[in-house]
């Protein structure tokens, strides 16, 4: 740590006090820099000298040594500068697939993520990027409500349902779950039960890339859509609770996550790239997508449950909104479940407070939001854009 020597020229007394470190000067993206510089430079010395890391990671490692020291020259050295872009090549393609090799490393604290995880998470984006076209497939509804996994999805399609039919004079829908709820709202591409009425698709989607750019409504039909989030940590407690008989391990394990995508229906990794994209697509969008959270629903479903009737064009009455408000109760959506179906998306209030992250799980999760999200929404995560 780097001294500064202080005088007092009234007492002629001096003293020594401590500079800030040098990272406490630099900004976000700078000291994260820098953290990640000091995290690969501890991987590659784990790769090079424990024996835990084992031969495979040192093979690539010690390839791109050997091509820097010896006699193999494919561009020669004499052609000035660039007779050395060869060697530069091997050497990082050799750190870059011993990295690979070893994705963990050990180390005191909350280490940054490892770079085969991002590579892996990268890749998951890319292949979403080039193959997630809904809005552009069921453009021929009215609209669309995006929901992040256990975030409501049932309860405000069940509200919407209620009210709609109230506004247009149809009987309700029998069942708040299975097949039958998907009635005037439900899933894109289904057979409407009234033609002549307005339908709006739901899903939990993640969009390509290409909606988050400006013009893409001028292509695609400018359908409106509500996307509704919720506080990642509530969400994931609530994703482990319904669906921990079919990923088996921990709520550890859970929250560090799969970044493939392959293990779990939805973890970390999947919330943030439902942030990240949906927040770029309300950037780029904000009269044709309105965001929604979760936690202002629950404080004042009459208000949201209208602005969300609005902007899908739908505007509700009174009687309407009565009708859709009187599934607020938890205990009344309960009852309307369709037992034959089998889904519970209303769990008793016992087993939701049996599932609570830990200390350490709850650093973990908050680390890895930090660092990869873009967008928060106000939940206060730490993302570097904010599209509510």
């Known amino acids: 740590m780097l001294r500064t020597l202080a005088c007092r020229t009234q007492t002629g007394s001096c003293h020594y006090r401590r500079a800030p470190a040098l990272t406490a000067t630099l900004s976000p ?30 093979l690539p490692l010690a390839l791109g040594l050997f091509y820097l020291v010896g006699p193999i020259d494919l561009i020669p050295r004499r052609l000035h500068w660039y007779g050395f872009l060869d060697e530069l090549f091997f050497l ?12 963990e490393i050990p180390g005191p604290g909350l280490a940054p993520i490892s770079l085969v995880r991002r590579v892996q998470f990268r890749l998951r984006i890319l292949q ?35 009210a709609f039919s109230a506004e247009f004079g149809v009987p309700p829908p029998r069942f708040v779950t299975g097949p039958s709820a998907d009635y005037l709202v439900g899933r894109g591409g289904m057979k409407r039960p009234f033609p002549d009425l307005p339908h709006i698709a739901t899903s939990h989607t993640i969009p390509s890339v290409f ?17 509704m989030v919720r506080d990642i940590e509530s969400a994931i407690c609530s994703n482990f609770l319904k669906w921990h008989w079919r990923y088996g391990g921990t709520l550890a ?33 904000p009269r044709r997508v309105l965001v929604v959270r979760y936690e202002a629903l629950v404080a004042e479903p009459a208000r949201w449950l209208m602005a969300v009737a609005a902007h899908l064009g739908i505007p ?73």
């Open 128 to 162: 979403a990027d080039l193959g997630n076209f809904y809005l552009l497939q069921h453009r021929r509804e009215s609209g669309f409500v995006i929901t992040a996994k256990n975030s409501g999805s049932h309860w405000l399609k069940c509200m919407l349902n209620h």
């Open 92 to 103: 990082l393609f050799g750190l870059f697939v011993a990295r690979v090799l070893t994705p």
């Open 316 to 388: 509700l009455g009174a009687e309407a909104l009565e009708a859709g408000l009187a599934f607020v109760d938890r205990e009344k959506m309960r009852a309307s479940q369709d037992r034959e179906h089998g889904e519970v998306v209303i769990p008793e209030a016992e087993r939701r407070a049996s599932v609570h992250l830990s200390r350490e799980d709850r650093a973990v999760l908050h680390a890895m939001l930090k660092s990869l999200l873009r967008h928060d929404f106000g939940y206060g995560y730490g993302g570097g854009r904010d599209a509510s």
């Open 29 to 58: 993206f700078w000291r994260r820099t820098t953290d990640r510089l000091r995290f690969e430079a501890r991987s590659i010395a784990h790769v090079a000298l424990s024996p835990e890391a084992g031969w495979l990671p040192k």
């Open 253 to 285: 394990d859970y929250v560090r996550g799969d970044p493939t995508g392959r293990r779990h229906v939805a973890d970390a990794w999947w919330y943030i790239h439902f942030f990240n994209r949906w927040g770029d697509v309300a950037r780029a969008h």
């Open 211 to 227: 909606f988050a750019w400006r013009h893409a409504f001028r292509i695609v039909p400018p359908r409106p859509v509500v996307v």
